[in-house]
């Protein structure tokens, strides 16, 4: 590892601390986060060429205390807050007391926030990424980016939102926010890794760091456990999910030598501890879905069994359109395609034309014997789909073709 | 999600034009500067140009190796693109209110939303 990475590895984790401490002895959220921002900045050109101090966190809240207290002195009206920091003056041995992480990151996925802004404000606040590398990481310009931050913070500032954990009753309804948010950055690395993005940081790393750091913290509660497995088993098949060339690989042709068997292990070892300990709910039943998928060492291994009743207990626990199109695909496998066809039609309706109605019907006529009507779904699922890889994909399966050696 | 709004203008639109007063076509100016700028302060826009008329279009292909091109104008084309918004929303009924502000949807003209593909890679 260069120095580098290792000074943004380490300022990427004293972020939350850093602005945690700030904002307990100062309030103010936005102009705090500000503050913390540019002494992420500084670090990241000063720390490289002359070390890292031996208080890194000391330092960090000490440059970023004396920003605030710049921004502070320039506004005149404030001048008797600032006397007060003054006499706060930070003591550079000072670590912070309390964890402030998960304050922080219900704080960013307040519910006054859209998705995009609390995806936004929780990379930067939380992830102490700075605004150009989220903007990299999401494809959008740099301004667009400031303009979300800017935005929520405001916004929290005028919902009233405060520093402090969330009441007993909204407890349960934030962190759902918190890990949606988190679902949400692993799944916008899939939407938009092109492989060719060198030097950019990678959002489904981002997502599974952020819910690591979530779990440590909360280790007893199922859901953020379930959450963890799920992203470390769907990220063990990535190296097998595409060809060099972009190409996608369904789940039942993947090389599966290429699955990253320890972070498997690992998601296996956590959602079966889950399962044993806690509530169950769906980011558990979805882990453990993958984790069956991932046990099989060949495809023809795989307990469709087990996969079916555990989407029959996730469409109880979350229906959506996905849960019944995959539901019906396990039918398949377990009961075989002209059952899992007639249940298709049947589902048809709640299913309103999802975009992979489909690919799954065209799926299951492949398997029923049904080619030639396969081809036909096969082709409008690839005009519906809004994937690049999987509409490659889909129209390679359209195409009468040479079968592959 | 990405959404590309295309603003298209045809003969319609074209016609249309013709009979607003200077007055309205100011109007009608700024309402796009004003489209834009709230755009950009929601944090949704990505990028957004007006193009020139197709006129100054140029056709180029590639034949043995080198590089061709040719001037217009070309046949009369009937709807041209006249300009676009590519926008970072929500949804896509977001992209659809955004792109039912432009000045041209609200003269009935024709303004059309596209998703754009991503790299997504679900497994299948």
Redesign the interface.
């Known amino acids: 590892m260069n120095v580098t990475t290792e000074v943004e590895d380490l300022l990427r984790s004293l972020a939350p601390q850093v602005l945690g401490v700030l904002v307990r002895r100062n309030g103010g959220f936005d102009t705090c986060e500000d503050a913390v921002q540019e002494a992420l900045l500084a670090a990241a050109q000063q720390w490289p060429n002359d070390g890292i101090p031996a208080n890194p966190t000391g330092w960090l809240i000490t440059v970023a205390q004396r920003r605030l207290t710049e921004v502070w002195r320039s506004e005149a009206a404030r001048r008797r807050r600032e006397e007060a920091v003054f006499t706060a003056e930070v003591d550079d041995a000072e670590v912070p007391a309390e964890d402030d992480t998960l304050t922080l990151l219900t704080l960013c996925c307040h519910p006054s926030l859209t998705r995009v802004s609390q995806v936004a404000l929780t990379l930067r606040a939380v992830g102490g990424l700075t605004t150009a590398e989220i903007a990299r990481a999401l494809l959008v310009p740099e301004s667009t980016v400031g303009q979300r931050i800017s935005r929520a913070k405001a916004k929290i500032k005028a919902a009233g939102a405060r520093f402090a954990p969330p009441p007993a009753a909204e407890r349960d309804e934030r962190l759902a926010a918190v890990l949606a948010v988190l679902y949400l950055i692993f799944n916008e690395g899939h939407t938009t890794s092109s492989g060719s993005a060198l030097n950019r940081v990678e959002l489904t790393s981002e997502g599974i760091r952020l819910t690591r750091q979530l779990y440590q913290r909360m280790p007893e509660d199922g859901e953020v456990t379930g959450l963890l497995a799920l992203m470390l088993l769907t990220d063990a098949r990535r190296p097998a999910r595409t060809l060099p060339d972009g190409t996608l690989v369904p789940l039942a042709e993947q090389d599966r030598r290429l699955w990253d068997r320890a972070a498997i292990a690992e998601g296996t070892e956590l959602i079966t501890r889950a399962l044993q300990t806690a509530t169950i709910g769906p980011y558990q039943l979805q882990a453990a879905i993958a984790a069956v998928h991932d046990e099989a060492e060949r495809p023809e291994d795989t307990d469709w069994t087990q996969i079916l009743g555990l989407y029959e207990l996730l469409n109880a626990a979350a229906p959506g359109p996905m849960v019944t199109l995959n539901r019906i695909v396990a039918v398949a496998m377990v009961r075989g395609p002209s059952t899992a066809l007639a249940e298709l039609s049947r589902a048809e309706s709640e299913l309103a034309g999802h975009y992979r109605v489909d690919a799954v019907r065209a799926h299951l006529l492949e398997l029923a014997g049904d080619p030639e009507a396969a081809r036909v779904h096969y082709e409008s699922a690839a005009r519906r789909t809004l994937s690049l890889p999987e509409q490659r994909y889909l129209t390679a399966k359209a195409a009468p073709r040479p079968r592959r050696p | 999600?990405r959404y590309l709004i295309l603003i298209h203008s045809n003969p319609r639109s074209r016609a249309l034009w013709e009979t607003l007063t200077d007055e309205q076509r100011m109007e009608f100016g700024r309402g796009y500067m004003q489209l834009t700028e709230e755009l950009?302060?929601?944090?949704?826009?990505?990028?957004s140009q007006g193009l020139t008329d197709p006129a100054l279009a140029k056709r180029v292909w590639v034949q043995d190796g080198e590089t061709m091109s040719s001037d217009g104008p070309f046949a009369e084309v009937k709807e041209y693109l006249a300009g676009f918004y590519l926008v970072?929303?929500?949804s896509e009924a977001r992209a659809l209110e955004w792109a039912a502000k432009a000045p041209d949807a609200q003269l009935g003209g024709p303004v059309e939303v596209r998703?754009?593909?991503?790299?997504?890679?679900?497994?299948?």
């Open positions: 999600m950009a302060a929601s944090g949704e826009l990505v990028v970072d929303c929500e998703p754009i593909l991503d790299m997504s890679t679900l497994d299948l």
